[in-house]
């Protein structure tokens, strides 16, 4: 069966440090990969998602990147962190990105100080 | 454009009781899907129903039911009987034929008070 994991759960970050949150899938293969951010209380919002291996398509302008070296594997990374970097970021997968449903990750909320 | 609405912020109801939570979509396409997805307080989202646009059938699940109407662009979900477990921020989303992207509503927060 398929998994997704994403790490690290909790993290706490002083302003203009970097940040490296990781996420993988087992059980599949060429998956499509995505990257949302949640900030408190707010929905969702479409950070990154990558189609296959080094491709990869960024929908917010902004201090964050995402890569993704192997096919089951997406990093999400920033240089310097800002204190609006600050939120719950989660981690998704699908086979089918018109039809299929996504499958999440357990989050990883970064608080930024 | 592309468009969810979910125009209630936040429901709190009784538990036992009935609750809808709306959602209102806009799309030029033809040919979309329709998910509800459910956000308990551990965060981790977890997929509930997903409706093509070619099937107006309503769908029942035990205790939940989805009321999808082409005419009114909204795919309502329904819980009968609601329990304290079925807090959580409820989301919709639609996903159409031309990209890769879910849009997504705002998210309604139910709370269901014992």
């Known amino acids: 069966s398929q998994t997704i994991h994403q790490w690290p759960a909790t993290l706490v970050q002083p302003v203009g440090s970097p940040l490296s949150l990781e996420c993988t899938v087992e059980g599949t293969s060429n998956p499509n990969l995505y990257w949302y951010r949640q900030a408190a209380g707010r929905g969702l919002q479409l950070l990154f998602y990558?189609?296959?291996?080094?491709?990869i398509s960024s929908e917010v302008p902004q201090n964050l990147s995402a890569s993704r070296p192997q096919d089951r594997q997406f990093i999400l990374s920033s240089k310097k962190l800002l204190l609006s970097d600050s939120g719950f970021y989660l981690c998704?997968?699908?086979?089918?990105?018109?039809?299929?449903?996504?499958?999440f990750g357990e989050g990883s909320r970064l608080t930024v100080l | 454009a592309q468009k969810v609405t979910q125009a209630q912020t936040e429901i709190s109801v009784v538990e036992k009781e009935d609750v809808t939570l709306d959602c209102v979509y806009e799309?030029?396409?033809?040919?979309?899907?329709l998910f509800w997805y459910k956000q308990p307080p551990s965060g981790e989202l977890v997929f509930l129903i997903r409706?093509?646009?070619?099937d107006e059938q309503n769908e029942i699940s035990g205790r939940y039911s989805w009321n999808f109407q082409k005419s009114t662009s909204s795919f309502n979900f329904t819980i009968t009987a609601s329990q304290v477990v079925d807090s959580a921020v409820y989301f919709c989303?639609?996903?159409?034929?031309?990209?890769?992207?879910?849009?997504w509503g705002a998210g309604t927060k139910l709370i269901i008070k014992p």
């Open positions: 799309t030029r396409d033809t040919t979309y899907y």
């Open positions: 409706r093509n646009s070619f």
């Open positions: 990558s189609v296959g291996i080094g491709q």
């Open positions: 998704a997968w699908t086979e089918d990105a018109n039809t299929g449903e996504l499958f």
């Open positions: 989303a639609l996903s159409q034929d031309s990209n890769y992207q879910l849009i």
